[in-house]
């Protein structure tokens, strides 16, 4: 065997084992391929089976004597290798052009896909803007029925939301989070809905257990909000706004970093808002008191000190740019306001009015201390103390509400009275003592109605022996109540001036 012949051999038997590692591999290949490409690719896999077989068909003729022309074989091998090679680049420009084809459909898919998502995203923020303004118009909504439940509560909050909001537009935050507070501020006191009258309408200063009822509506109001809200943050304002900082808030004591900052700002907001407004039992504080206390409060580490800091800053803006709250409520809400609080003005078991109610008339625009002068009537009991030693408190009470109602009797009769020409003529309670508001058309009549109470007073003191002392102060029309009850109230520490004694 020649040099020649064995080379031609081992070249033979080298294309022997790469195209049989061709085929096995390609047919692995083959399970993988899309089906588009598997009719292509499985011709090829047959073509390379037939030159595996010719190649070893071709191993015998290198021997020296063989009946088949060499040169036969050898042309057969190279024509087919030729036909081998047409189809590959066939196949491949066939499977380019599919793949250009997929290129092309994938593109246009992209486009439809882009467009797709393009309307999706429009779709879902039109979804999400109807959904704010449906939640807009349901807390508006929740806004009236509190307006109808109380209108101070509705104003406060209203206040409340635009202090927050300017804090935290001050506070660069974005406006989403300006919306939320300004949700949850409108909301923040909606638990009191479910408080009794008897407490959210009390006109003087609370006792303990009325403190510890009206600590019960941030509860209430969170649970209302939590279960139909996925934004919990509207219902942690509600219930963590009395929350302070050192833990001596309600309802849970939170501490520090427990309290949301949110909260923090309504918390600072609804402080500040209930130290300025004015309300028929207070009176509103000057800007400078008022940030003075939320400012102590900071630094006794109740408030967030960096955002009364904040309040300070934009407090100047308040006066100026916070107009009062629009009325929401109906015309006839007035009447039923009117008579709401005159039935939650009154005092337990007795036909008085507290005096407070003085101050809610006066805001109502129902006298006509605007148009004409008026008259305030003090009757002072300096006594009343040493009186409840002497005959016990329980008679002593009973005695003073008999003077009530001589007094009320004398003012329902003259205010009924038309030919006296006057206008309101009211009494109140004062603790032990008693208040009367009157409109009199003159000084004669001034004179007849104080003739008629000195005649009350004085049958008090021959039956009981009860000392009164009767201040009256005339004021002209226009004259501030706030002003006007405070000067009658120092009377008494002064030396009496137009004072007439009971006999």
Request: charged share 25%; glycine share 6%.
């Amino acid at each position: 065997m020649t040099t020649s012949t064995i080379i031609s051999a081992a070249f033979i038997l080298l294309g022997i084992i790469f195209m049989s590692a061709s085929i096995v591999l390609g047919r692995k290949m083959t399970k993988s391929l899309p089906i588009e490409l598997q009719n292509n690719w499985i011709p090829l896999l047959c073509l390379m089976t037939v030159f595996l077989l010719g190649y070893i068909a071709f191993l015998p003729l290198l021997g020296e004597h063989t009946f088949f022309p060499r040169q036969v074989f050898v042309s057969l091998i190279l024509f087919g290798g030729a036909i081998f090679v047409f189809l590959v680049i066939i196949f491949t420009r066939s499977t380019i052009a599919k793949i250009k084809a997929g290129e092309g459909q994938l593109k246009e898919n992209n486009i439809l896909l882009a467009e797709e998502v393009r309307v999706r995203r429009a779709a879902e923020e039109k979804i999400r803007q109807q959904s704010d303004r449906m939640l807009h118009d349901i807390l508006e909504i929740v806004g009236e029925m509190i307006a109808n439940r109380d209108l101070h509560t509705f104003e406060h909050a209203t206040q409340v939301a635009k202090i927050a909001g300017l804090i935290g537009r001050e506070m660069k935050l974005s406006d989403d989070d300006l919306k939320i507070i300004e949700f949850g501020c409108l909301v923040h006191d909606i638990g009191k809905t479910a408080i009794p009258d008897d407490v959210l309408l009390k006109p003087g200063r609370f006792d303990p257990q009325d403190r510890f009822i009206m600590q019960y509506h941030p509860l209430v109001g969170a649970k209302i909000f939590a279960r139909h809200l996925q934004d919990d943050r509207i219902a942690d304002i509600i219930l963590n706004h009395h929350e302070r900082l050192d833990g001596s808030g309600y309802p849970a004591g939170l501490k520090g970093d427990e309290i949301d900052l949110f909260s923090r700002i309504v918390a600072v907001a609804d402080t500040y808002e209930s130290l300025i407004a004015r309300r028929p039992y207070k009176q509103p504080m000057s800007r400078d008191t008022a940030l003075a206390i939320v400012d102590k409060e900071a630094k006794a580490g109740q408030l967030d000190q960096d955002i009364v800091d904040l309040l300070k800053k934009i407090a100047p803006e308040i006066t100026e740019d916070i107009a009062p709250p629009p009325q929401v409520t109906a015309g006839f809400m007035k009447d039923i306001e009117v008579f709401r609080r005159k039935t939650y003005f009154r005092e337990p078991l007795t036909d008085f009015y507290n005096y407070r109610y003085l101050y809610f008339l006066d805001d109502a625009k129902l006298l006509r201390n605007n148009t004409m002068p008026y008259d305030l009537f003090f009757i002072d009991i300096p006594t009343f103390g040493e009186f409840q030693q002497k005959i016990g408190h329980v008679v002593a009470d009973q005695i003073l509400d008999e003077l009530g109602q001589r007094l009320l009797k004398t003012t329902s009769e003259w205010g009924n009275d038309s030919e006296q020409e006057s206008g309101s003529v009211m009494l109140f309670r004062k603790g032990n003592d008693y208040l009367l508001y009157g409109e009199f058309a003159d000084e004669k009549n001034t004179a007849a109605f104080m003739k008629q109470m000195m005649g009350d007073l004085a049958a008090v003191k021959k039956e009981w022996d009860l000392t009164t002392t009767l201040y009256r102060q005339n004021f002209p029309a226009g004259f501030s109540m706030d002003k006007a009850l405070a000067s009658l109230f120092a009377a008494p520490t002064k030396p009496p001036q137009q004072v007439a004694e009971g006999e």
